[in-house]
């Protein structure tokens, strides 16, 4: 199961990705089309990002992860 993650900079194959106040870099090599600032990708176990999700389908996932994982998520 992944989180939404939101792309907060962009490096060449890299990129930096925020989910919950927490930022890790991951890799875009495995993505099949192009992402931008503001785009939300699922990152897959050793730092992949294989998925771009739709910002209102992010936005509806991280609000259920939030409700589920209670006031941890957001801290």
């Not at 927490?22 to 931008?36: I, K, P």
């Not at 897959?44 to 992010?58: D, K, N, W």
């Amino acid at each position: 199961m992944a989180i939404p993650s939101r792309i907060i900079a962009l490096a060449g194959e890299m990129a930096t990705v925020e989910c919950f106040g927490e930022q890790r870099e991951v890799s875009l090599m495995l993505m099949s089309s192009d992402v931008a600032l503001g785009d939300y990708v699922l990152v897959q176990a050793g730092g992949f990002a294989y998925e771009r999700v739709e910002h209102a389908a992010a936005q509806e996932a991280l609000h259920i992860f939030s409700a589920v994982i209670g006031p941890a998520a957001t801290a």
